[in-house]
């Protein structure tokens, strides 16, 4: 069995106090300290919430953006033992680095090496226990992070914190050790894999007092759930890696006993997802082209990949329901809806002894009969019409509606990716011809937008409109 010791720069530690007094404090981020370069939100980064803190790096680090943390609490007769940093975050496109950089009381201390990123989020880790030689907790209440992209790239930042382990002074420890299970090697990037780990007392007995949940590391800082919750001595979990590493372990340190499993490769054995290219309004019945491409992990184009995918969609009716062949990890092609949506999406899977999915945006599908079921418009008894004039518009123009009925009305103006973009209601309007004059062009940008009439609840007709600038 590999020891390591508490300096290993991934190293993540245990996050819940233990039946052997060992303790931890997780610290989120909750003050914007600083800001290089234009990011939004950074009160964002300071929950795991799904919201995000928002900006463009630069190659050179230049743009990045510092925050505090929580002051510890529950200090007395804690000695800390480790102090990891962190983040979670992704960032558009393909891959990007990003360094984790400590601040001690405003003095900048020693930045982690560049950790890499991608399309898919992650949390990446950096410890910094060797960069003080006797931690003190006055330390930890001025530490702060800061989050340094170094690559041209929009980076999404979701959460930051800090995680500091101790041990209390005054209890006498109990001797014990983890011991894992084997780990198959190689073990695939993203894909999880079964994690059995003992807990034994000093004469190399299972300890069944031992419960509690721990958290685990390995050398990418990337393992994904950072918890193993241990009951009766025993803990079994399905964990996932999220980058490649030749010789990698995990480790598991509650502040008292530090081990690791045996070595293991984490490699990117190819396809792992699809992408669908946008895809904006469409009609129904009127074919259109769509993209797709098989992924890596890392979102890279797998041109390895010739197979053939099957095809779906949320209304049941996309034909064809299967792709052609792939050529160099993509496939273009004609698909149809045969019926009204207005949030559609293309579902893609593909079966290799596991299911590999993807799916598209949604989209808006229009029924120019009418309704989004696809079945005609009952009880108007004629043609319902929408003319615009002018069109293109700049600021206003007039919407003509004819409706052979009466019956509740409004104009939805839809922009080319089927969002909502305006509305008018017309309230009761009576059967017949009804002009409204409509400033749209003053609250819309220059572009191509769809406008449906809509009579009792349905889509009864649609117009394509222009707003020049």
Not at 1 to 12: D, E, G, Q, S, W
Not at 16 to 27: D, H, I, K, Y
Request: glycine share 10%; proline share 4%; net charge neutral.
């Amino acid at each position: 069995m590999k020891k390591i010791a508490l300096f290993v720069p991934t190293l993540l530690i245990m996050a819940a106090a233990m039946t052997a007094r060992a303790g931890v404090m997780v610290l989120p981020a909750n003050d914007s300290l600083a800001a290089a370069g234009a990011w939004t939100n950074v009160p964002f980064s300071y929950a795991d919430d799904g919201l995000y803190t928002v900006g463009i790096g630069a190659a050179n680090g230049s743009k990045n953006f510092r925050v505090g943390l929580a002051d510890p609490a529950d200090t007395v007769n804690q000695r800390i033992t480790g102090v990891v940093i962190y983040a979670k975050c992704y960032l558009a496109g393909s891959k990007g680095k990003l360094q984790l950089v400590p601040f001690y009381d405003e003095v900048q201390g020693t930045a982690s090496a560049p950790l890499g990123l991608s399309s898919t989020e992650l949390t990446r880790s950096f410890d910094i226990t060797i960069q003080r030689t006797q931690w003190q907790w006055e330390d930890i209440k001025n530490l702060s992070v800061q989050f340094k992209p170094k690559t041209v790239r929009t980076y999404y930042a979701n959460h930051i914190f800090a995680v500091v382990t101790s041990i209390d002074t005054l209890a006498v420890p109990s001797k014990h050790s983890f011991v894992f299970e084997p780990i198959a090697t190689p073990e695939t990037v993203g894909v999880a894999f079964p994690l059995g780990i003992r807990v034994l007392d000093s004469l190399g007995g299972l300890l069944g007092t031992y419960n509690g949940s721990v958290l685990i590391g390995d050398q990418t800082g990337t393992v994904n759930p950072f918890t193993v919750n241990f009951v009766n001595g025993l803990a079994a979990a399905s964990v996932t890696v999220s980058d490649t590493l030749r010789s990698d372990f995990i480790v598991i340190n509650d502040g008292l006993a530090n081990d690791t499993s045996g070595l293991f490769d984490a490699v990117n054995s190819g396809l792992h997802h699809f992408t669908v290219d946008s895809i904006g309004m469409q009609i129904k019945d009127l074919p259109f082209a769509i993209s797709l491409s098989a992924r890596d992990f890392f979102d890279d184009t797998v041109t390895a990949f010739t197979g053939r995918a099957d095809l779906w969609d949320k209304t049941g009716t996309l034909t064809p329901d299967s792709t052609g062949a792939f050529t160099a990890g993509v496939w273009s092609g004609s698909v149809n809806v045969g019926a009204g949506s207005n949030s559609d999406s293309i579902f893609i899977s593909y079966y290799n002894g596991k299911v590999i999915a993807g799916v598209s945006n949604g989209f808006w599908v229009d029924d120019p009969l009418g309704v989004e079921t696809g079945k005609p418009l009952e009880g108007l008894g004629g043609t319902v019409r929408i003319n615009i004039l002018p069109n293109p518009l700049y600021r206003k123009a007039e919407f003509s509606v004819y409706s052979p009925k009466a019956g509740t009305a409004r104009i939805i103006v839809y922009n080319l990716l089927g969002q909502k973009a305006a509305q008018k209601d017309l309230g009761n309007m009576n059967a017949g011809t009804v002009n409204i004059n409509w400033e749209l062009g003053s609250a819309l940008p220059q572009g191509v937008y769809f406008a449906v009439l809509q009579i009792a609840g349905k889509s009864a007709a649609y117009k394509k409109l222009v707003i020049l600038k």
